[in-house]
Nanobody, 128 residues
Framework: QLELAESGGGFMQPGGSLTLSCAGSGDTLNDKTVAWFRQVPGKGRESVSCISSTDMRTYYAPFVKGRFTITRDRAQNTVYLQVHSRIPEDTAKYSC?????????????????????WGKGTLVTVSS
C-alpha cells in the first residue's frame, strides 16, 4: 500500500527558500499525479501545486505568483515543492496527495475529492 510522507517544514524567517519533500513508500509515485495542498488554521484547505504523472503538465495556484516550483525525482520516488522568497503568508500545513487515475485538473487545479491518498502533512511557519 502506497504511503506518503512529507518533510521539510519548520520555523523560518522571511526570505530565502525552502524545499518540501513528498516521499512515497510501498509503491511508486512515478505513474501518478501528485499535488500539494495547504491549510491555515481556521481556514479551508487549498490547492497549491500539482505535477501530472508524465511530468508534462504542472499547475500552480494564482497566489503562488512564480515563487513555487514543483519537481519530481523518479529515482527517489519523491516529489518536491520549492518555495522561494518566503513570506509570512506561506505559513500553513502543507500536505501532498496523489491522484492515481487523473491529472491536475486544468486551470482550476487539483480537486481534494479526487485525491485517493494523503500524507500527514508538514507545518511551515514563516515569521520574523
Amino acid at each position: 500500500q502506497l504511503e506518503l510522507a512529507e518533510s521539510g517544514g519548520g520555523f523560518m524567517q522571511p526570505g530565502g527558500s525552502l524545499t518540501l519533500s513528498c516521499a512515497g513508500s510501498g509503491d511508486t509515485l512515478n505513474d501518478k499525479t501528485v499535488a500539494w495542498f495547504r491549510q491555515v488554521p481556521g481556514k479551508g484547505r487549498e490547492s497549491v501545486s500539482c505535477i501530472s504523472s508524465t511530468d508534462m503538465r504542472t499547475y500552480y495556484a494564482p497566489f503562488v505568483k512564480g515563487r513555487f516550483t514543483i519537481t519530481r525525482d523518479r529515482a527517489q520516488n519523491t516529489v518536491y515543492l520549492q518555495v522561494h522568497s518566503r513570506i509570512p503568508e506561506d505559513t500553513a500545513k502543507y500536505s501532498c496527495a496523489l491522484n492515481s487515475w487523473g491529472g491536475c485538473g486544468g486551470t482550476s487545479g487539483p480537486r481534494e475529492d479526487l485525491m485517493n491518498a494523503w500524507g500527514k502533512g508538514t507545518l511551515v511557519t514563516v515569521s520574523s
